[in-house]
């Protein structure tokens, strides 16, 4: 499928006009799943910052993505197993940043159906950080109405990205739509 690390979800029939906005942001790639593209990047803040200043200037884009998610650490896998290795090796890389917050995990599964289910491996994931932050001496909590920070979880057949973002960065960025 090639290397990416955007998984953007475009709006019914507006697969052409996000294709358009898009392409001058890096490599854009059909996937084969229904209006999910993935796009290749060099800077993830340089893009976040430009696509938040199209949006700005053209409101507009935000009716035809649906979401659009930068992948801080991304990752291939073969398996439900590694999937799972993987995602809880680069969570826990984050309990410094969720030392004392709410938070949780949110995950979209496109491929693997049946094998990764998405409930589950949130809240195997969830339990995790608080089990690593409790041993650390820094309790986080859950938070599904307001939480201080939100980690994504996007994966698009055997290949995974992973972010974690504060509230700020949820509203500063009206295009990383997690609920």
């Known amino acids: 499928m090639g290397a990416w690390n955007v998984v953007i979800t475009v709006r019914e029939r507006k697969f052409e006009t996000a294709w358009a906005h898009l392409q001058d942001f890096g490599k854009l790639r059909k996937t084969d799943y229904y209006n999910v593209v993935t796009l290749l990047v060099a800077d993830l803040s340089?893009?976040?910052?430009?696509?938040?200043?199209?949006?700005?200037?053209?409101?507009?884009?935000l009716n035809v993505l649906s979401r659009v998610a930068p992948a801080q650490v991304v990752f291939t896998f073969q398996t439900a197993e590694e999937f799972d290795e993987k995602a809880r090796a680069a969570v826990l890389g984050w309990l410094p940043d969720?030392?004392?917050?709410?938070?949780?995990?949110?995950?979209?599964?496109?491929?693997?159906?049946?094998?990764?289910?998405?409930?589950?491996?949130?809240?195997?994931?969830?339990?995790?950080?608080?089990?690593?932050?409790?041993?650390?001496?820094?309790p986080g909590r859950m938070d599904f109405e307001d939480p201080d920070m939100v980690i994504d979880?996007?994966?698009?057949?055997?290949?995974?990205?992973?972010?974690?973002?504060?509230?700020?960065?949820?509203?500063?960025?009206?295009?990383?739509?997690?609920?």
């Open 98 to 138: 969720l030392a004392g917050k709410s938070f949780h995990v949110r995950l979209y599964r496109r491929g693997f159906k049946g094998r990764i289910l998405s409930p589950e491996e949130e809240r195997s994931l969830d339990a995790a950080l608080l089990s690593g932050l409790a041993a650390r001496g820094t």
């Open 46 to 61: 340089a893009f976040q910052e430009r696509l938040a200043a199209l949006c700005a200037e053209r409101p507009d884009i």
């Open 153 to 179: 979880v996007e994966t698009v057949g055997n290949r995974a990205g992973l972010s974690l973002w504060s509230r700020a960065d949820l509203a500063r960025y009206p295009f990383l739509r997690v609920r």
